[in-house]
Every structure is written in C-alpha cells, then in structure tokens.
C-alpha cells in the first residue's frame, strides 16, 4: 500500500512514501491543479506517471537495482529538465574540453614527477658523471615547452607555470653543486658596492 499526496504548485514539495521497498519518480504536474490527494496499491516492478493534465499515463518499469529504496522521498517540481540546445552544446563542449586539460595538466605532473625522482637517483649514485646530466637537461626543456603551451592555452595560470619551471631548476642546480659539477659564483656585497 502506498499513499501519496501532491502540492505541486509553484515549489511546493511533492511527497510520496511508500511500504515497499522501491525508488518512485514523479513526472511534474501541471501548475494548475492545486492538490492531489491519493491511496492506492502500486505494484513493485511499475509506477504510474501523471501528465501535465494531471491524469494517469502508461506504468513506468523500474529494473534497476540501485533505484530500490526505503522510507519516503520528497520530490520538488521544477519545471522543465530539457536544456537548449546551445546550452546542450555548450556542455558538450565544456566535458571535452575539461578532459584535454586534465589531460595535460597530467602529463605535465607525470613528467615533473620522473625528472625529480632521476635527479634524486643521481644524487645518490656512487659513480655519477656530468653526461648522466644532459638526458634529464633534455627532459626539463620539454617540461619547460609543455608548460609554456599549457600557460598559452589557459589550462595553468603564469605563476604557476613559472614555480614549476623554478623547482625544477632548483633542483638540478643543487645536484650540480652536491656534485661539485658547477660551483655558484660569489654573491657581492651591499656594503662592497657603497
């Protein structure tokens, strides 16, 4: 046994509470009907839907299994659910490009992440070389192009772009100098230049 009972005029909640175990759905009524009040026995596999007049439509089949819930819903009406189709495109449109930003964003950490974890592998081997350097040198240009293509797009903001490209620089120059590859020149002084 299920009793529902309806106020669909304006915003007012549509309430449906039911002794069984399954999610119902309710179609929007029309405006102009001012209160619905209903007992009746709804099977477990089917609902029936009301149109705008507010009269009975075809049963609606529930097979889902995930839709099965106890207790009561309350369900608000509002309105229309189709979109424009501009509004259609442009989510389209926003889904695609999400991805492709996300994807590059990614891409970037991926290869950041790789440059760090050499470098810190190279900080600790035993027989490193300068060459071993030129590979990772080749790496951080490119991070440094897919991080300039990923500002000129709009994906990263300018001074994110630029603490990225600072750490990875800090971070091979202090290799550098762990390894005694480069030594930094002597900073001057304020006072010397007075």
């Not at 991070?143 to 709009?154: E, F, L, Q, T």
């Amino acid at each position: 046994m299920a009793s529902l009972s309806l106020a669909p005029c304006g915003l007012k909640p549509l309430s449906l509470s039911s002794n069984g175990n399954r999610y119902f759905s309710m179609a929007s009524l029309s405006c102009h009907a001012r209160s619905l009040s209903l007992s009746t026995s709804f099977s477990n596999a089917s609902l029936f839907s009301f149109s705008t007049a507010g009269t009975f439509c075809q049963p609606m089949r529930l097979s889902n299994k995930s839709q099965q819930r106890r207790g009561s819903l309350v369900v608000c009406e509002a309105g229309s659910t189709t979109k424009p189709d501009s509004a259609a495109k442009r989510m389209r449109q926003n889904a695609k490009r999400r991805l492709r930003n996300k994807a590059r964003k990614s891409e970037i950490r991926k290869r950041m992440r790789t440059v760090l974890w050499i470098l810190n592998s190279l900080r600790k081997k035993k027989n490193a070389t300068p060459e071993d350097i030129i590979p990772i040198e080749k790496m951080i240009s490119i991070i440094y192009s897919k991080i300039d293509k990923a500002v000129r797009v709009g994906v990263l903001h300018k001074n994110t772009a630029s603490h990225r490209k600072s750490r990875l620089a800090r971070r091979k120059k202090a290799l550098l100098i762990f390894r005694g590859w480069y030594t930094p020149a002597p900073e001057k002084s304020a006072s010397m230049s007075a």
